[in-house]
């Protein structure tokens, strides 16, 4: 991110953010309501058109890049498939229009515990399905790059603990992960690295270990920071 700034008339929702993600390493994305998180991350996936700088994906813009789905998997916050739609169709729809082949689309439903609901439509899939059926979406093209806006929202104690070890396996590999999110206690698990913003300002751009030396939690260290 490079002086990133995103006005909406009056509000300025991202105020000349400039940070690197790093490789190798999951970095959580922390900030209060509205601090910019995802707006930031819709920037970052050309979602939203920046009002000023610029955000690159190993130096180009998201949509200069060849084959999206191969480079980064996002999961951004809400549903992201048609109610009326199977998983798999789904899965199958996003994989073709990738070339991603078929069998990977199995792969990812049953990495991501949703094997058996495979053939169930997305509407009725309760918030943990949803947000399973997002993170296979993410998974699909098996990208060096995670961006992912609170995934853990609505996971049950078992999804957490496996989206948690898939997340720190994927920073072993040498990938880029980051991830944002309310729940401190599960950032301190996860991340190494921690990028913090507030009124779309940077804050913090530290270790976890750095970020909370001297407080007695992430949530002390993080409420002091943003000043709460
Ligand atoms: N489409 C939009 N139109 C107008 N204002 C917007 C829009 N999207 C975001 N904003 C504003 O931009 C600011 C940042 O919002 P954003 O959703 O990026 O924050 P966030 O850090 O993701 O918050 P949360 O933790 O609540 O999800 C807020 O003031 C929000 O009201």
């Not at 700088?53 to 996002?74: E, F, K, N, Q, S």
């Not at 058996?116 to 399973?132: E, T, Y």
Request: charged residues 20%; proline residues 4%; aromatic residues 4%.
């Amino acid at each position: 991110m490079e002086e990133l700034t995103k006005r909406y008339g009056s509000t300025v929702a991202v105020d000349g953010l400039s940070f690197a993600v790093r490789p190798g390493c999951v970095t959580g994305f922390l900030g209060p309501n509205g601090a910019g998180k995802s707006t930031t991350l819709r920037m970052i996936l050309g979602l939203d058109r920046p009002s000023g700088g610029r955000a690159l994906i190993d130096g180009r813009a998201y949509a200069g890049l060849d084959r999206p789905l191969h480079t980064v998997g996002a999961l951004l916050e809400g549903r992201c498939a048609h109610p009326g739609r199977r998983a798999r169709d789904h899965l199958l729809y996003l994989a073709r229009s990738n070339s991603i082949r078929d069998a990977r689309v199995g792969e990812v439903l049953e990495l991501v515990g949703l094997g058996a609901a495979a053939h169930r439509r997305a509407g009725g899939f309760s918030l943990g399905m949803g947000q399973r059926l997002g993170l296979a979406a993410a998974l699909l093209g098996d990208p060096p790059i995670l961006l992912l806006d609170e995934p853990v929202n609505g996971l049950d104690p078992e999804g957490v603990h496996w989206l948690r070890t898939l997340l720190r396996g994927y920073a072993a590999q040498g990938r880029t992960v980051l991830v944002s999110s309310h729940l401190m206690a599960e950032t301190a698990l996860t991340a190494d690295r921690l990028i913090v913003i507030a009124g779309g300002r940077l804050i913090a751009d530290v270790t976890v270990d750095e970020f909370v030396a001297g407080a007695p939690s992430l949530e002390a260290a993080f409420l002091k920071a943003v000043g709460r």
